[in-house]
C-alpha cells in the first residue's frame, strides 16, 4: 500500500512539474524577425502556422525542417517546398542529425551566412522549451518562440510528456551544439 502511494505522489509530482515546461511553456509576443524556423516532427499545423506568418510579413525567410528527408509523402511539406511563394523564400533542409540539434546546427549556420539576428521558431507547445534550451546553445540572436495553432489529443500529451523529457536528458548529456 505504501509502494503504492509513494508511487502515486511520484507520478503526480512528475506531472506538476512538467506543468510549466511541456503545458505552459513561456510563449514570445510576435515581432518582425529576420526568419522564421519551422522545426520537423509529427503534425503539419507547425508547417501551415510558418507559411502563415511569413505570408503575414513576420519575416522574408522560411525554414522548413523536414526530418524525413526530400522523399516525404507529408502534402504539406512537399508541396510548398517545391513551389513559389510570393514576398518571402521557402528553403527546406533535412536536419543532421535528425533532431533538434541538428535543427540548432542548420540555424547557426544560415544565420551565420545570412547575419540573422531573431528568428520566430515554430513547433508544437510541449516541445517549446527543450527548443529554446537546444537552439539557444546554437544561434547567438533572439528567439522568439511559438507554438502551432493545432489541438493536441490526450494521448499525444502523455507521449509528449515522456518523449520531451528522454530528450532533455538526451540534452543535458550532449551539451554542444
Known amino acids: 500500500m505504501l509502494a503504492a502511494c509513494t508511487a502515486l505522489i511520484s ?3 512528475l506531472i506538476g512539474a512538467g506543468i510549466p515546461v ?3 511553456p513561456q510563449v514570445d509576443p510576435l515581432r518582425p524577425a529576420d526568419a522564421i524556423l519551422v522545426l520537423g516532427g509529427q503534425g503539419v499545423d507547425r508547417y501551415l502556422y510558418g507559411l502563415e506568418l511569413a505570408r503575414q510579413g ?7 525542417s523536414n526530418p524525413y528527408g526530400d522523399n516525404t509523402d507529408i502534402d504539406e511539406i512537399r508541396e510548398p517546398c517545391h513551389a513559389p511563394h510570393q514576398g518571402f523564400t521557402l528553403e527546406c ?6 533532431t533538434t540539434l541538428g535543427e540548432g546546427r542548420e540555424l547557426r549556420r544560415a544565420a551565420s551566412e545570412r547575419g540573422w539576428r531573431t528568428v520566430i521558431v515554430v513547433t508544437m507547445r510541449p516541445h517549446l522549451s527543450r527548443a529554446r534550451y537546444i537552439l539557444e546553445r546554437c544561434f ?3 528567439l522568439v518562440m511559438k ?3 493545432g489541438e493536441l489529443p490526450a494521448g499525444y500529451w502523455v507521449w509528449s510528456y515522456v518523449y520531451q523529457t528522454a530528450g ?3 540534452a543535458f548529456v550532449d551539451r554542444g551544439c
Do not use: E, I, Q, T
Request: glycine share 4%.
Open 93 to 98: 533542409f533535412a536536419p543532421n542529425p535528425p
Open 168 to 170: 532533455y536528458v538526451r
Open 58 to 64: 513576420y519575416a522574408p525567410h522560411v525554414l522548413f
Open 147 to 149: 507554438p502551432s495553432k
Open 11 to 13: 507520478v503526480a509530482a
Open 140 to 142: 547567438a540572436g533572439d
Open 22 to 24: 511541456y503545458v505552459r
